[in-house]
Nanobody, 123 residues
């Protein structure tokens, strides 16, 4: 059982990245998926969530209108499209699965975590 996050990198302000979160050994169909991020010296925060029921989406205020979460159940993958990146978006991004509330910032209620992928926004 594994959750693999990928797609991070170095990008200039205003640029874009697409993060992927792929599961192996289990199906994402029955899980709500969230993307978290953790910047140096800061707590881990929820960025975006997608429901397993109807693919409803949630975004924290600071990324609304710039980020887009989606899921491809056939590929067992969730994506986070990040546009208009800003230096303050710099962080390690994690994907995680939960079967409790679909908008959920309680990290102890998530069952599986990806290993994290580093996003650096800098000129």
């Amino acid at each position: 059982v594994q959750l693999q996050a990928s797609g991070g990198g170095l990008v200039e302000p205003g640029g874009s990245l697409r993060l992927s979160c792929t599961a192996s050994g289990f199906s994402l169909d029955y899980y709500h998926i969230s993307w978290f991020r953790q910047a140096p010296g800061k707590e881990r925060e929820v960025v975006s969530c997608i429901s397993s029921y109807d693919s409803a989406t949630y975004y924290t205020d600071t990324v609304t209108g710039r980020f887009s979460i989606s899921r491809d159940n056939a590929a067992n993958t969730v994506f986070l499209q990040m546009n208009g990146l800003r230096p303050e978006d710099t962080a390690v991004y994690y994907c995680a699965t939960t079967q409790t509330s679909w908008v959920n910032d309680h990290t102890d209620e998530y069952k599986y975590w990806g290993q994290g992928t580093l996003v650096t926004v800098s000129s």
